[in-house]
């Protein structure tokens, strides 16, 4: 199975704070990672496709880049409602795998 | 709109069965692939099953094969998750979610405990 290793697994910050979260997969994924918020008690919400890739309606606050085995979601100026936990998820075979999530809190 | 709705969990002792449903509204269900994931409580997210569009093609995490049977109506508009001889560590909410380029919309979970 590919191993999905996000970093760091949380992170304080503050409004307006320019935050990146990085993953690393263990083997060449094609850029077949995504990206995902959640909330507490909340589904995940789709942010970013194919590595960077923006889905419809995510604001362009968020951005993710990186090729090969190195991934980055970026978030350009921490908004309050951007406080949440963050995974990137590696689609390229299966079994489909998750990192291991990013809490983004308030400092 | 795109909808997906969960329902069927609920608690289970070990070793027991419950089915998952998945209502699905807002697109055209038979053209998407669709997939399960859970959350057990306070932990990450761990994929478990996907389904082609006609059903004829699946995919399981190995700590479900064997256990889990995923299958879906597009007739009802409708995904399933069939859970046999489930364990304490099957306890998690489950989410449905829709593929299209990653999974795109997901459901809002719907929570199952096995427990005696």
């Known amino acids: 199975d590919i191993q999905m290793t996000q970093s760091p697994s949380s992170l304080s910050a503050s409004v307006g704070d320019r935050v990146t979260i990085t993953c690393r997969a263990s083997q060449g994924i094609n850029n077949y990672i995504a990206w995902f918020q959640q909330k507490p008690g909340k589904a995940p919400k789709s942010l970013i496709y194919a590595a960077s890739s923006l889905q419809s309606g995510v604001p362009s606050k968020f951005s993710g880049s990186g090729s090969g085995t190195d991934f980055t979601l970026t978030i350009s100026s921490l908004q309050p409602e951007d406080f949440a936990t963050y995974y990137c998820?590696?689609?390229?075979?299966?079994?489909?795998?998750f990192g291991g999530g990013t809490k983004v809190e308030i400092k | 709109e795109v909808q997906l709705v969960e329902s069927g969990g609920g608690l289970v002792q070990p070793g027991g069965s419950l089915r998952l449903s998945c209502a699905a509204s807002?697109?055209?269900?038979?053209?998407?692939?669709m997939h399960w994931v859970r959350q057990a409580p306070g932990k990450g997210l761990v994929w478990v099953s996907r389904?082609?569009?006609?059903?004829?093609?699946?995919n399981y995490a190995d700590s479900v094969k064997g256990r889990f049977t995923i299958s879906r109506d597009n007739a009802k508009n409708t995904l399933y998750l069939q859970m046999n001889s489930l364990r304490a560590e099957d306890t998690a909410v489950y989410y449905c979610?829709?593929?299209?380029?990653?999974?795109?919309?997901w459901g809002q979970g719907t929570p199952v405990t096995v427990s005696s």
């Open positions: 998820q590696q689609y390229n075979v299966y079994p489909l795998t």
């Open positions: 389904i082609n569009g006609d059903g004829r093609s699946t």
């Open positions: 979610a829709r593929y299209w380029a990653a999974l795109d919309y």
């Open positions: 807002g697109f055209t269900f038979s053209s998407y692939w």
